[in-house]
């Protein structure tokens, strides 16, 4: 290679890790810019492509995504990297039959490869298809059990298919491989009720001994303190767990609460009693039902005794109607 291609090759990279710092900062606006030129810079460019579907994926604009993802697949169809992108884009977009028909395409390629299934497994939780996904975990685990990760998505897929004791006993393999992956300490007391002669609590105390105060594992341990001796009836000695906890948690919270009072503001300035006197009537019909309400309100609870009735499917907490919102009235802010 000479030293002009040479040159040339290192500006590319220097440019895509640019982009790839501007969007891990949420500095969307500026990695579109420069994916443009970039792209015209190098008009071959699947990075590029790449890099600007992630950014029009941040910003809400998925059939944009979707549209540049095809350009690249047709460049490069047997790009894994591409296939995924188009996977997620006809999702956010609402295209599950399109989504599903590749992601059995990437499964099928996926069978030695750990990594990739993990991938997989994902976009099929983003589906709903759970049971597809714990498949994927479990054949990635046989092909890696040390890892951690796989592990711990492993066990997460075990709670979803109700399998809670092999879901502990992931979560035990976890702690003895990597003792300082505090979720899984957490997630595993929280599994079952905890008796006098079966609980974690002297391993639970000691881990938490061996750690400096404000470490990011403190509240995990003190919440699955709090959890097992609440099991045992030790009321106060739990609550003083609990306390510590969510005392750690505070230390290390990034929260402002203008930012969502100024939004709740915002929103009731829009949707106010003249826009909702706007609202037209519809005539009764077979449709979906939407159940709204505020976070531990009861929606749960009303969408149980919906679908109890024998002509009422619950499609449970579903992302389409969020992503289609999302679709016509995103505004790229720290809270739109």
């Known amino acids: 290679m000479n030293s002009d291609a040479q040159a040339a090759g290192q500006r590319y990279q ?34 590029a492509l790449l890099l600007l579907g ?42 599950h039959d399109r989504a599903l028909a590749q992601l059995a395409k990437l499964e099928r390629s996926a069978r030695k490869n750990a990594g990739l299934l993990q991938n997989v497994a994902q976009l099929f939780v983003a589906s709903g298809k759970y049971e597809d996904a714990h498949r994927c975990y479990l054949r990635a685990t046989k092909l890696d059990g040390n890892n951690p990760q796989y592990l711990n998505n492993l066990a997460l897929s075990f709670i979803f298919m109700g399998d809670l004791r092999h879901a502990e006993v992931t979560y035990s393999k976890i702690i003895s491989r990597a003792p300082d992956h505090y ?30 105060r404000n470490n990011a594992g403190e509240a995990s341990l003190c919440y699955a303190l709090a959890k097992e001796y609440e099991d045992l009836g030790k009321d106060e000695r739990s609550f003083s767990y609990l306390k510590r906890g969510a005392e750690s948690c505070h230390r290390q919270l990034g929260y402002d609460v203008q930012i969502d009072v100024s939004m709740m503001k915002r929103i009731t300035e829009i949707f ?26 009861g929606t749960t609870l009303v969408d149980r005794i919906i679908s109890s009735h024998s002509k009422v499917e619950s499609m449970g907490e579903i992302t389409d109607f969020a992503l289609t919102m999302t679709r016509l009235g995103w505004s790229f802010d720290k809270r739109p």
């Open 183 to 212: 979720d899984a300490w957490h997630n595993r007391s929280t599994l079952r009720k905890q008796t006098a002669s079966d609980n974690h609590i002297p391993k639970l105390e000691k881990a938490l001994s061996t750690l400096e």
């Open 272 to 297: 106010d009693r003249s826009y909702a006197e706007k609202a037209k009537g519809a005539p009764e019909r077979r449709g979906p039902i939407f159940v709204l309400g505020l976070p531990r309100s």
């Open 14 to 47: 220097s440019a895509v890790r640019i982009i790839i710092q501007l969007l891990s900062q949420q500095r969307v606006d500026e990695a579109v810019s420069a994916c443009l030129a970039l792209s015209k810079s190098n008009p071959e460019s699947n990075d």
């Open 54 to 95: 992630k950014a029009r994926q941040m910003q809400g604009r998925f059939e944009d995504m979707l549209k540049l993802v095809e350009i690249a697949l047709g460049r490069d169809p047997r790009n894994v990297s591409l296939q995924l992108q188009f996977t997620g884009a006809c999702q956010f977009c609402g295209y």
